[in-house]
């Protein structure tokens, strides 16, 4: 009996057909937070723009750098691009074949929601601290 549930185990699950689900929410989802943590989080930085250019008695060009170093470090180095944005759009279609378009859209707005709801946030804690 333990043999069969090993032979089931240690077989690769090949779909003949997309499953159009499923698990395939799970990993929308998960997409959805990964732009949120990786992306979104970089492009909100641009809230302490013109306090660093305050602090630093620095001109815009200058403090531009920093925030192109971490998009840059992010996607080159593969923190934020190769080892979380291509395997979860990869796996993504996988699980989707008829909506893989607009489920792939919808998990990348991740990105903008991000912008939206942590800019006002950071605001607001910047102001308060």
Do not use: H
């Not at 090949?14 to 989080?41: C, H, K, L, N, R």
């Not at 531009?64 to 840059?72: A, D, E, G, Y």
């Amino acid at each position: 009996m333990t043999q069969n549930k090993l032979k089931l185990c240690s077989k690769a699950n090949v779909y003949t057909e997309v499953p159009d689900g499923g698990w395939g929410w799970a990993v929308a989802v998960s997409f959805f937070f990964v732009e949120v943590f990786t992306y979104g989080i970089i492009k909100t930085f641009g809230v302490f723009f013109n306090d660093l250019m305050d602090s630093f008695n620095e001109s815009n060009s200058r403090i531009s750098w920093i925030i192109s170093i971490c998009v840059f470090v992010l996607t080159f180095s593969g923190l934020g691009y190769c080892f979380s944005f291509l395997p979860t759009v990869t796996i993504l279609s996988q699980y989707f074949g008829k909506r893989r378009s607009i489920v792939t859209a919808v998990a990348s707005t991740g990105e903008c929601f991000a912008v939206f709801a942590f800019a006002p946030a950071i605001m607001a804690l910047k102001e308060r601290i």
